[in-house]
């Protein structure tokens, strides 16, 4: 069975939400943290339940039915949803609130929304949608766990399509935590020059991305997702993903373009050069974390980034980390030189010809690693 | 597809027992775990009763071998998973393609509230290393590599339903042939970010809970693990001793009605219960005991029994609440009686519904009080229903 991205809604860092264009209209920041795009929500939600809404709630429910909208869909058949942090807002406020009011006289409001399914459920309830509901919750693969269990439902024939989205804000407190953790770079940096410097590192991102996965053929898909592999401390990541490539009858020479999880950091980034110059080595690199910044479910970013490469036939310069120059009479790009391009910032498309078959590769703090798999239909 | 998938495993930990034969011996005995709080440093202590697990967490760290500072939610995870694996004594586990998916609500939550008192004061302070496991997903993430399991593992949080979907994602997980055996079920401890969260709510029972009475006045929390070890066709037939028996149906849908609270007509439980029903192939009439989510608040017990009289009427099956016994495990509930109900089938045990008095008016059936061994127990339904109107039913049947 095949299982196709009927429709994609993005809310992020960039303007990816809404937005004409493709990555066309990039925003440059100067810090270590990357904040999203706040969308209209009153095109989405009652300004009622605006101002009771925390930021991820806002930005989940927004992209879902943004998503939905895209799709023509009203009623999905589950809503599956990938967050590591949760509510972090409201997880916050109802913690600060115990400490300081000493545990007197606490309104519930922040703990009734601080569970980590209160997205899904406030898409549910919205779209009074009594369908499987459910919520993955595992650091770096939150997103793909979700993503896993809404192909394998898609298979079982249990729904004919499936929302799945990945979710998660970064509040001053999470931003703080994380930087002391040392995860962040320790002076600003320009997102969009942050593959050009080697230093200890990355710079925090959040968002939500949401896709309708269908089992149905059609012509306005943007993508077939074809497939999907987590895997943990694995022993040999090159070992991984040729095997991952062969279960689909694949090799590297048939991968167009690589979406890699480079985040800037110079040891988080040894893996991706490794592999950049031996697996990877004559296939064309693609980067994305410059323009989200790094967190959990990240990876949704890198899908939704796919998903519409692969729609529109067209590689936005801003992610292209390396071209491989190929001799297009005879289609063979595989026998030419490479030449890399680091960090470019273009406004010209990246490659020329059009790529009809992406893998992603993600890996968090180089234990939790994910191969996706998605072509052209 | 594969057909079947089979619970060869089981273990839990609760506030009636520190593995599964210790709960066999206080249902029998019929003693609830609640008690005072003598764990949490909360302004609740005395007024408020808890079902606390009876055992501190340096003698949780003598019992499972990880560190000092491991989260409690994550000790207790330790204990249960562990038990249900030696339990099932699988041939040759390492190698098989197994995995671990197990729930919490909070994760690290209790190191974090210690963290958050000291960073509060001063955002350069509070030991790191009290924060650095605050994701749910280190808790499943450290009990896996104490068990060795690498080649899958996932952590669902849907609230007071979390591993009740986390044994029925397992199952999936072996019926499309992803892996051979997995873990699965949930933890939780208790912490005062759940016991404030609860009491602003205002369903938490300052007496002993008393599940599906009409005088219920809330539910008293609890904490603890529980995990089964579902296994493939295959690998039962390579077991050493006959499994307990098969996860045969299972469902999960949304009651769509509010973020805490249930519909009157218990929409979301209505269809759990009928869709697990659907996927086992089995009719009211065959389900022979119902262990209920039963927490003890008017507005579940209320919502639950509305959904299984429009369900069941008007054969009734004995049915309980366990957490007359254990309280309230939030992210662990699905996952301790889950085994429950695997027992259930095993030993021919229908549990006593503890304090119960008064039949609730609006309902035509009520809860078994006794005792009963020795019963001829086939099918078992288990209900976890949570915030989010996250309803799930799992259906265990005898092979």
Redesign the interface.
């Known amino acids: 069975m095949k299982l196709y991205i009927r429709s994609s809604a993005c809310v992020s860092p960039q303007n990816t939400f809404n937005h004409e264009g493709f990555l066309d209209n990039v925003v440059e920041y100067t810090g270590t943290r990357l904040k999203a795009i706040e969308p209209d929500y009153k095109l989405f939600i009652d300004p009622k339940q605006i101002r009771r809404m925390s930021h991820v709630i806002k930005m989940g429910v927004a992209a879902a039915k943004q998503c939905l909208l895209d799709a023509d869909i009203e009623m999905p058949g589950a809503i599956i949803t990938g967050t590591a942090f949760g509510c972090m807002e409201d997880t916050v406020t109802f913690l600060t609130r115990i400490v300081e009011q000493q545990e007197e006289l606490l309104p519930p409001t922040a703990f009734i929304q601080s569970t980590h399914n209160t997205v899904a459920a406030q898409i549910a309830l919205l779209l009074k949608c009594h369908s499987y509901n459910s919520t993955f919750v595992h650091k770096g693969i939150s997103f793909e766990s979700a993503l896993f269990d809404a192909m394998m439902m898609l298979k079982e024939q249990d729904a004919d399509n499936v929302l799945v989205g990945g979710i998660e804000e970064m509040v001053d407190t999470s931003f703080k935590v994380l930087t002391r953790l040392g995860l962040y770079k320790r002076q600003p940096v320009s997102n969009l020059s942050l593959f050009a410097t080697s230093s200890k590192g990355t710079i925090g991102g959040e968002g939500a991305s949401f896709f309708l996965l269908t089992s149905k053929y059609s012509t306005g898909n943007l993508a077939e997702l074809t497939g999907l592999k987590i895997l943990y401390k694995p022993k040999s990541i090159e070992d991984s993903i040729v095997s991952f490539l062969k279960s689909h009858s694949l090799t590297i020479d048939h991968i167009d373009l690589v979406i890699t999880g480079k985040n800037g950091d110079i040891k988080n980034d040894e893996v991706y050069e490794q592999l950049n110059g031996s697996l990877f080595k004559n296939t064309p690199i693609a980067n994305y974390k410059h323009l989200c910044g790094e967190y959990p479910v990240s990876s949704s970013f890198a899908l939704w980034i796919a998903a519409n490469i692969l729609k529109l036939g067209v590689v936005p310069g801003i992610v292209g980390e390396r071209i491989v120059i190929g001799d297009t009479n005879n289609g063979d790009s595989l026998s030419s030189k490479t030449s890399q391009v680091v960090g470019v910032v273009t406004n010209n498309d990246f490659a020329t010809t059009s790529p009809k078959t992406i893998l992603i590769y993600n890996h968090y703090q180089n234990k939790y690693h994910s191969l996706m798999l998605v072509s052209a239909i | ?1 594969s057909s079947s998938v089979y619970i060869a495993g089981v273990g839990a930990i609760s506030a009636i027992g520190n593995n599964v034969a210790e709960h066999l011996v206080s249902f029998n005995n019929e003693e609830a775990g609640m008690s005072d709080i003598t764990l949490l440093d ?3 202590r005395k007024k408020l009763p808890v079902a606390e697990v009876k055992l501190s967490n340096d003698e949780l760290v003598a019992m499972t071998g990880l560190t000092a500072n491991a989260s409690r939610t994550a000790l207790l995870s330790m204990v249960a998973a562990s038990e249900a694996l030696t339990d099932a004594a699988i041939p040759d586990f390492g190698s098989l393609r197994t995995g671990f998916v197990s729930a919490n ?1 909070v ?1 690290g939550m209790d190191k ?2 210690d963290f ?2 000291d ?2 004061a001063d ?2 302070k509070g030991k ?1 290393r009290n ?2 496991d ?5 808790m ?2 450290i009990v ?1 590599d104490k068990l060795g399991i ?10 007071c339903s979390s591993s009740a ?1 986390a044994i029925f ?1 397992a199952a ?2 072996i ?2 042939d ?1 892996l051979d055996v997995v873990i699965a079920g949930g933890t939780d401890s208790l912490t ?2 759940t016991l ?2 609860f ?3 205002m369903i938490l029972d300052k007496e002993f809970c008393k599940p599906f009475d009409e005088n219920r006045e809330g539910l008293n929390l609890g904490e603890g693990a529980g995990y089964v070890v579902l296994v493939s066709e295959k690998i039962m037939q390579t077991l050493t001793k006959a499994a307990h028996c098969k996860l045969s149906g299972y469902n ?9 609270a249930s519909s009157p007509d218990g ?2 439980s209505y ?1 759990a219960m009928q869709g697990a029903l659907k996927k086992s192939g089995l009719t009211p009439p065959d389900i022979d005991y119902i262990n209920l989510h039963g927490t003890g608040t008017p507005n579940n017990d209320s919502a639950e029994g509305t959904a299984i009289k429009r369900l069941f009427d008007p054969a009734y099956p004995p049915m309980s609440s366990t957490k007359s016994y254990t309280g309230h495990t939030l992210g662990a509930s699905g996952g301790i009686e889950a085994v429950f109900s695997v027992l259930a089938i095993k030993h021919g045990i229908i549990y006593p519904n503890l304090r119960f008095e008064t039949r609730m008016n609006e309902l035509p059936f009520e809860p078994e009080t006794n005792y009963l061994s020795g019963q001829d127990i086939k099918h078992v339904m288990s209900n976890s229903f ?5 309803c799930t039913s799992l259906i265990f049947s005898r092979i």
């Open positions: 597809m909360t302004i609740h609500s994760g974090s509230e958050f008192i960073f509060l955002n350069n790191l924060v650095f605050h994701e749910c997903g280190s499943t993430e896996a690498s080649d899958f593992m996932t952590t669902i949080s849907t609230a979907n994602y999936r997980l019926k499309n992803v005062k970010f404030n969260g009491n602003t709510l999960n849908s949304n009651d769509a009605y509010h973020q805490t929409t979301g269809l949570g915030f989010g109107g996250n």
